[in-house]
């Protein structure tokens, strides 16, 4: 595998590693929806404490799916779709290479049941 490919394929696990949890899915929810927001915000809005939120929104920043920038002394969290792209990028790779091994599953299948037909005499 390349260098580069091994890259993608880090940042796609790295991806769907913090996509795995439900509440970082909730931060991203949150966040699309509100363009950024502070950890104290997202925080009153989720069953879990700020500091959660923060841990969480580490996890998210790390598999680059949220910037932090500090504004004063609050920090604003907002999504980055870069790395949602590339991995949506690599589900329709992967999709197509199931859809492209299925259709030739099926013309073997076709092809097998028409060679067991019977044939008629003239």
């Known amino acids: 595998m390349t260098e580069d490919r091994t890259g993608a394929a880090e940042a796609v696990s790295h991806v769907l590693g913090a996509l795995a949890d439900p509440t970082r899915r909730q931060l ?3 966040l699309a929806a509100r ?3 502070t950890a104290t915000t997202l925080a009153e809005r989720l069953p879990v ?3 959660a939120v923060v841990k969480h929104l580490a996890v998210l920043d790390a598999a680059g799916l949220v910037s932090g920038s500090r504004v004063g002394r609050e920090v604003r969290y907002a999504v980055r779709p870069a790395a949602l792209d590339a991995t949506a990028r690599w589900m329709a790779s992967l999709a197509a290479d199931w859809d492209r091994r299925l259709a ?3 013309r073997v299948a076709e092809a097998a049941e028409r060679d067991a037909r019977p044939t008629r005499p003239e």
Do not use: T
């Open 28 to 30: 991203l929810d949150l």
């Open 35 to 37: 363009g950024e927001a």
């Open 49 to 51: 404490s700020r500091q």
């Open 104 to 106: 030739h599953i099926k």
